[in-house]
């Protein structure tokens, strides 16, 4: 009898709470207080994420959201949808769009959902695929309400949790929770954000909470960090999992990393016997190892191309190298695999290393241990007194190049003792190198030959250009150089691949009524190629701290053939501006018949105080009035 009442009270318990959630939700704009409107695109009205585990082998993720969809620009925010892939099941996905008064205007299906791979050139995890809703409405603001339950068979992964996805994104309220049953164990770390709560609830299963409330939109700011930065966010990972039916246990990189070595990498790195006599010739010569592993990345360049593969345990292990020597292709994994096994052919070790790609410059945390804190997959080279990073998805990329997509930041090391965390180096020698000669007419028009190096970061700041039809280009340079009357009689895009690596832009323009004459004078733009066209916009309150990703160096020599010989009514004068953040500097003077104008921009990596913002704007007001100067020259 007892029992009974016991399995009554369960079942009651159940029926309320299902009640409760089909409660018609209050989605009026209306309930949505002031604070949260400012600065924002987009308002998480409701959000609840629970993570049950029940054991290694069963996790189940539970999901409602709702977003309110402020103006256009937060339309992105607004599309319900759900990762899953072979080991995580979607069992139940439905949503709603809702109006500004809260009535709901439309319910949405499963089936209506839109269906597609959601890897990536250059996703570390090629299983996953995504299902997503993009409710098209024109009718602002409205809201996305949806819900999805996934069960998964594997444990190693928890999402990170972002209660806000941008600084443009407010929160009314957010909550994250993880049920761990029987004795099954987590590490936890948070990040701007208040300690969660952790207790053990009547079944014995132990829960840790974390609540966001009224949290408002900080709003973009030039020259900010990374939002993951300063945004609220928890990240948690297991102790003991399972993945793919096989068993793991890490709380630190180094077993992490031995799991992958032993798991997921190890006996993959065979060639067959006529490809190692192939790369064996292909070395012969070599001054240095140095020059055996240019070789070889070369080889792998011309022979291969990327392919997303899904194929290994659960889309994370590479293809057999020999596969990819017989296919000649593979995805990130795959090819750094195959180019570390034609290493070994030469007797060279190198290094899988998982990074976080991307233009935020994610590292992994040396002291908090994950699964897929990375997304890609490069190769490190250690050779005697040096350190080689290859890129092994990419035809085009230079010998021992790293692009700020991977440079600058933590990596994880898989090694056979373990997961070693090291970082990859900077772009260095970022920048941009024009010299210029303008060939002024008596009309005003001008003749301009143009060369231009872009070295560093910018090795791949004309790729479009050097990819483009005739038709194309002239469009691209019109755009790069809006100059008036401008018409683009030659131009040519090559690339230098060696120890520094640069792209070479070679240009002919004709410019009608470059110069204005008036009166005798002859009024010369004197940086018509490299302006600032933007300054930092004023902000009432800086709050982020002002952040430079990447040092960089523009210089710029333009030479200025006058058609007689003319005398400097008016020249700039030459100017230098020095501050922690950067540089400017600027010269020009009369020779005989030629201006000669000289200019040097240059910006410092590093953080730097929220109340230098105010600097930074004044430096880049500066150099932009500089830019637009023109010069007065007058005949005798």
Known sequence: MNRLKTVLMILAGCLAARAGMAQEPDFSVEQIPGRLLESADAVTRYSHTQIMVNDPRNMTWRVRKAITVLNPAGEDYGVAHVFYDKSRKIAELKAGIYNASGRMVRAVKEKEFTDQSAISDISIYEDTRVKYYRPGVREYPYTVFYEYEIRSSNTHYFPEWFPARSPLVSVQDAVYEVICSNGFQVRVKEMHISPGEVADNAGGARVYRWKVNDLPARGEEPFAPPSRNYLPHVMVAPVDFEYEGMKGSFSNWEQYGQWVYERLLSGRDEVPEATAAKITQLLSGA??????????????????????????????????????????????????????????????????????????????????????????????????????????????????????????????????????????????????????????????????????????????????????????????????????????????????????????????????????????????????????????????????????????????????????????????????????????????????????????????????????????????????QADYQKAVLLKP
């Open 287 to 624: 001054k240095d190892d140095r020059e055996k592993v240019a070789r070889v990345y070369q080889y792998v360049q011309e022979k291969n191309r990327y392919v997303s593969v899904q194929v290994g345990i659960g889309g994370l292990q590479p293809m057999q190298a020999e596969d990819v020597d017989r296919l000649s292709y593979g995805d990130c994994k795959g090819l750094v695999n195959y180019t570390k096994a034609l290493l070994s052919v030469a007797g060279i070790p190198s290094i899988y290393t998982e990074v976080a790609a991307g233009d935020e410059q994610r590292s992994y945390f040396p002291e908090f241990a994950s699964f897929l804190q990375g997304n890609h997959i490069i190769l490190c080279v250690p050779l005697q007194g040096d350190t080689v990073w290859l890129e092994c998805t990419s035809k085009e990329a230079p010998f021992n190049y790293l692009g700020t997509f991977t440079a600058g930041r933590n990596v994880l090391l898989i090694t056979p003792e373990g997961g070693k965390v090291t970082r990859t180096p900077y772009c260095e020698n970022s920048g941009s190198r024009r010299e210029a000669t303008f060939t002024m007419l008596e009309n005003g028009e001008a003749a301009v030959e143009v060369e231009t190096d872009f070295t560093g970061a910018l090795y791949y700041d004309r790729y479009e250009l050097s990819h483009a039809n005739p038709r194309q280009a002239d469009e691209l340079l019109k755009k790069l150089y809006p100059l008036n009357n401008l018409y683009v009689e030659d131009w040519k895009v090559s690339h230098q691949k060696e120890e520094t690596p640069l792209t070479k832009e070679k240009l002919l323009l004709r410019v009608r009524d470059f110069g204005s004459i008036s009166g005798g004078r002859l009024f010369l733009p004197l940086n018509p190629l490299n302006r600032l066209e933007r300054v930092p916009v004023h902000l009432p309150q800086r709050r982020s701290a002002v952040f430079i990703a990447e040092s960089y160096e523009e210089k710029d020599v333009f030479e200025f053939k006058l058609p007689e010989t003319y005398k400097a009514e008016y020249l700039p004068e030459n100017r230098e501006i020095t501050k922690p953040f950067g540089k400017f500097s600027l010269s020009a003077a009369l020779e005989g018949e030629v201006l000669v104008y000289k200019r040097v921009l240059r910006l410092n990596k590093g953080t730097y105080p929220p109340e230098s913002y105010q600097e930074v704007i004044d430096f880049f007001q500066e150099v932009q």
